[in-house]
C-alpha cells in the first residue's frame, strides 16, 4: 500500500490491472490461499482441486476503467478432466469443453451487489467497497462452489445456471449412475429447445437419446 501511494504522489497514474493486483494482494491473497486456492498474478487468477474438480475464480476489468481506477467483476467456474475423458471415450472423439459451470458473481444465489461492478481507486480510498467484494466471496462465492463434491451435485448446480445446456446435465447424472434423472433431463431438454436452441443442442439430445434409449 506504500508503495502504491508513494507512486501516486510521484504523479504516475496506475492501469487498472495494476490496481486490482495490488487489492487482491493486500487483502484477498491470503485468505483465499489459506482455504488452499493458488494464486496466478498475470491473470489474476484464483484456482484449487477439489476431489475431480476444479475451482476457478478469475476477474474481468471493465473497459469503462481507466488510470487510477479499475472497474471489475468475477467469474467463478467449476471443470472437470474426468468429464473430459469420459466424454471422449464414450463418443470417441475429442472435445476442449471440460467447463461443468461458468457464473458471473452476480448470478450466484445470494450474492449482494449494491452496483453493477466493484469500482477501486488506486489511493486505496474504496477499500470499503472492495472489504464488501470479500464479504461476497467468502459468504456467498465460496459455499456456492464448495458444493460441489459429485457428479450428481455437478448436475444440479449445471441445471440452477442462466443457461442450461441440457446435454452435458444428461452426462452428468449418467456418470452419477442416475439414469432416471438423466432421461427426465433429456426428454425436458428436447422438448424445451423444440420452440427455440439458440446453442444447438437439440441434435446433441437426440443423438443421445438413440444412443443410450434406441429411440
Not at 464448495?146 to 450428481?152: A, G, L, T
Not at 452419477?176 to 423444440?194: F, N, Q, V
Not at 446433441?204 to 443410450?212: F, P, Q, S, V
Amino acid at each position: 500500500q506504500f508503495i502504491v501511494i508513494l507512486i501516486n504522489k510521484r504523479g504516475v497514474t496506475l492501469k487498472p490491472k495494476i490496481i486490482l493486483q495490488e487489492y487482491i494482494e493486500e487483502y484477498l491473497k491470503d485468505t483465499l490461499e489459506n482455504l488452499d486456492f493458488k494464486y496466478a498474478r498475470s491473470s489474476p487468477k484464483f484456482s484449487k482441486e477439489k476431489n475431480k474438480f476444479k475451482i476457478t475464480i478469475s476477474f474481468s476489468i471493465s473497459n469503462y476503467s481507466h488510470e487510477d481506477t479499475c472497474i471489475f467483476w468475477s467469474s467463478w467456474g467449476i471443470s472437470s478432466k474426468e468429464y473430459k475423458k469420459w466424454y471422449e471415450n464414450e463418443w470417441g472423439q475429442k472435445t476442449d469443453n471440460s467447463m461443468i459451470i461458468g457464473i458471473s458473481d452476480w448470478n450466484i444465489p445470494g450474492w449482494v451487489e449494491k452496483d453493477s461492478h466493484v469500482t477501486i481507486n488506486s489511493d486505496f480510498s474504496s477499500k470499503k467497497n472492495f472489504n464488501e467484494f470479500i464479504d461476497n466471496v467468502l459468504k456467498v462465492g465460496i459455499p456456492y462452489v464448495n458444493q460441489i463434491n459429485s457428479w450428481e451435485t455437478a448436475a444440479e448446480l449445471a441445471l440452477e445456471q442462466p443457461i442450461i445446456f441440457y446435454d452435458q446435465v444428461f452426462d452428468l447424472y449418467l456418470m452419477a449412475d442416475k439414469h432416471e434423472k438423466a432421461k427426465e433431463i433429456l426428454e425436458e431438454g428436447i422438448e424445451k429447445l423444440s420452440y427455440y436452441d439458440a446453442f444447438m443442442l437439440l441434435p446433441e439430445l437426440e443423438k443421445r437419446k438413440k444412443k443410450y434409449f434406441n429411440s
